[in-house]
């Protein structure tokens, strides 16, 4: 069996992305006469020619942009394996870049997180914000994987892959001052003070739609970016508040608060968005496969 030299494939695809074999020589620290000899050597073992001279650049021919499109792939995935390997300063620790956007609970966040504690050794680097800017630094590979409750889209131009964890309904919460709100639920929340979150939630417009539908009117008190906020108001009594039900218990035990009702009309997605097809960290994985078997049933 003969093996592809990779070296050949890098210096190829190094010219490729330059245009001219002068600047790949610059950016190898390779002499032109070095670089030419062998992708020739690369050519004459595919049986195929790569590159086409027009003037003074080299463009690439139709079997040329086949073998560039899985150079990419190929120097991509050792970029990937790079990043992995650079959390292991000891030979041991693992290393998890994780972005969470902000308008996921804390709670969910927590509890998709924690199976990746369970791969071994693992040194957690955690950041929130949008999740445009956290998938801006998902492209840069600053991050291994966002969690979000939204898929990865438009407007933000990034080839990123989203793996759904899992969907579950809506649970309503309020301090016990409302617990009388329980009774002829959901027309019991047409006036009753809510606290919603923001409009760059996916859930958001889901509530809007659902209360349209139910002719149920609530008075908007206030509008939270942070969920973590929005729970500690509610919990002060200020509004009924809704949240993953998948996090019913935490919600209930931590707040010191009480279910008013449940739908399963709203639901409440959640995602792993990777610039990879397939997951492969360690790390991810853990959480995808914990994720779908056990957290959202």
Not at 238 to 261: C, H, K, N, W, Y
């Amino acid at each position: 069996m003969s093996w592809l030299n990779y070296h050949h494939l890098l210096y190829f695809w190094t010219v490729a992305r330059a245009g001219t074999i002068a600047k790949a020589g610059e950016e190898l620290h390779l002499a032109q006469p070095t670089i030419s000899s062998q992708i020739k050597l690369l050519e004459e073992a595919l049986g195929h020619k790569l590159f086409e001279r027009q003037g003074r650049k080299l463009v690439l021919t139709d079997v040329g942009r086949t073998v560039m499109r899985y150079a990419d792939e190929i120097f991509r995935l050792g970029n990937e394996l790079k990043n992995v390997v650079s959390g292991l300063p000891s030979g041991q620790q693992l290393r998890l870049q994780v972005g969470v956007a902000d308008v996921v609970p804390k709670v969910v966040a927590e509890r998709l997180l924690q199976p990746a504690l369970d791969v071994g050794p693992l040194r957690i680097i955690c950041r929130e914000g949008p999740l445009p800017q956290l998938l801006a630094s998902l492209a840069l590979h600053e991050l291994d994987v966002v969690l979000a409750d939204a898929p990865g889209s438009e407007p933000v131009s990034v080839r990123a892959f989203n793996h759904l964890l899992g969907k579950c309904g809506v649970s309503f919460f309020a301090a016990a001052i409302h617990g009388h709100l329980k009774k002829d639920f959901p027309r019991s929340l047409h006036g009753a003070p809510m606290l919603m979150p923001s409009e760059a939630s996916a859930v958001r417009h889901a509530l809007d739609v659902w209360f349209d539908g139910k002719g149920v009117r609530p008075t908007i008190v206030g509008d939270f970016d942070d969920s973590a906020l929005l729970k500690a108001f509610g919990q002060r009594g200020l509004g009924v508040f809704a949240m993953p039900s998948v996090i019913e218990a935490e919600v209930v035990r931590q707040f010191d608060v009480t279910v008013i009702g449940r739908t399963d009309e709203i639901e409440n997605c959640f995602y792993a968005i990777t610039v990879e097809r397939r997951l492969r960290h360690p790390a991810v994985v853990a959480i995808a496969e914990a994720a779908r078997s056990d957290i959202f049933q």
